[in-house]
């Protein structure tokens, strides 16, 4: 299993979390927690776990095929910058987990 995770500093974390469910919940396979502001999706070759506080986003990306990681960190930081476009572009440092 090859994973990796970044925090994004940002005080809309949450929202941002709420638009991407709301966004991919068209096509995959979404669970959004609003209790606790998290949120699971599942890409067909991967699955992205977040969460937010009142001061960042953390988004943990697991997949099988290490060759596609670097393919959905960009997925999520693209939709997520695309979102967050007052704040674009955001500084994403994934870190292999």
């Known amino acids: 299993m090859a ?3 970044t ?3 940002t005080e809309n974390g ?3 979390l709420q638009q ?3 966004h991919w ?3 995959l396979e979404v669970e959004l927690d609003e209790q606790n502001h998290k949120a699971v999706v599942k890409f067909p ?3 992205a776990s977040m969460h937010s506080d009142a001061s960042s986003l953390t988004v943990t990306i697991e997949t099988e095929d290490a060759g596609k990681l670097e393919t959905y960190q960009g997925v999520v ?3 997520l910058d695309r979102f967050a476009f ?3 572009p955001l500084p994403f440092n994934w870190k292999a987990a």
């Open 3 to 5: 994973t990796s995770t």
């Open 7 to 9: 925090t994004v500093s």
């Open 14 to 16: 949450w929202k941002y």
């Open 20 to 22: 991407l469910c709301k």
């Open 25 to 27: 919940s068209h096509k």
């Open 45 to 47: 070759e991967a699955t």
């Open 77 to 79: 930081a693209s939709h």
């Open 86 to 88: 007052r704040e674009a």
